[in-house]
């Protein structure tokens, strides 16, 4: 089984300031990552996902996240955010395998307010 | 670009009764989910569905709900006999053959129960 936490459940930046949101999960086998953002009344969007590769990707909107196996981790982070990225993130897992329809586990969410 | 899309929007309906959410998943995805979130809550995994069968549901998933894919493109999420505790939005989403990437998920149906 898989689970996704994300510990901050809001956090509110400055605009124009650097924010990190953490994602920690555990799982008995290798997966794939990945960050959701959901604007006010809107659906899931992808912002970006680890699926193999270098540990670092780069996703829509300026965002970025790291891969950490060894801290079971994948947080995101923005150097300068925006007005417009106040949203809900979500983080996911999936587990790796040769079927597909293996679910996608969501965190808790993280509410981000940018702060004018 | 393709996209996942679902029907309607918001459904509005009284308690008891049945409703049928409608997703048309991207043509070449062959493994199907449907996903719920409460308000203001978590999104939570309700079922999978691949090659025309149940691969795995969670404990939400309980015998209120069904899924079936009749024409080969629609796929629907029924709830029986609706409670207000099933007020959330409901999100399909779907993966293609290519399984090793992401799922891409539907805009959403808000259904209300009163």
């Known amino acids: 089984a898989q689970s996704v936490t994300q510990l901050d459940s809001q956090v509110p930046v400055f605009e124009e300031a650097p924010v990190e949101l953490r994602c920690n999960y555990s799982s008995s086998v290798s997966v794939y990552l990945f960050w959701y953002v959901q604007y006010p009344n809107q659906g899931l969007q992808l912002l970006l996902k680890y699926l193999s590769g270098s540990t670092l990707v780069k996703g829509i909107n300026g965002f970025e996240a790291e891969f950490n196996k060894s801290q079971t981790s994948f947080h995101l982070r923005k150097p300068s955010v925006h007005i417009s990225d106040t949203a809900e993130y979500f983080c996911?897992?999936?587990?790796?395998?040769?079927?597909?329809?293996?679910?996608?586990?969501f965190g808790t969410g993280t509410r981000l307010t940018i702060i004018p | 670009e393709p996209e996942v899309t679902q029907t309607p929007s918001h459904q509005v309906t009284q308690m008891g009764q049945e409703v049928i959410l409608r997703c048309v998943p991207i043509s070449n995805h062959l493994y199907f989910y449907w996903y719920r979130q409460i308000l203001g809550q978590k999104v939570e995994f309700l079922v999978s569905?691949?090659?025309?069968?149940?691969?795995?549901k969670s404990e939400i998933f309980d015998d209120q709900f069904s899924v079936e894919r009749p024409d080969g493109s629609n796929f629907t999420l029924k709830i029986r006999s609706t409670k207000l505790e099933d007020s959330a939005m409901y999100f399909c989403a779907s993966l293609p053959r290519q399984w090793n990437t992401e799922a891409f998920f539907g805009q959403g149906t808000r259904l209300t129960v009163v």
């Open positions: 569905f691949y090659n025309n069968e149940i691969s795995e």
């Open positions: 996911a897992v999936r587990a790796i395998s040769n079927f597909g329809n293996e679910k996608l586990t």
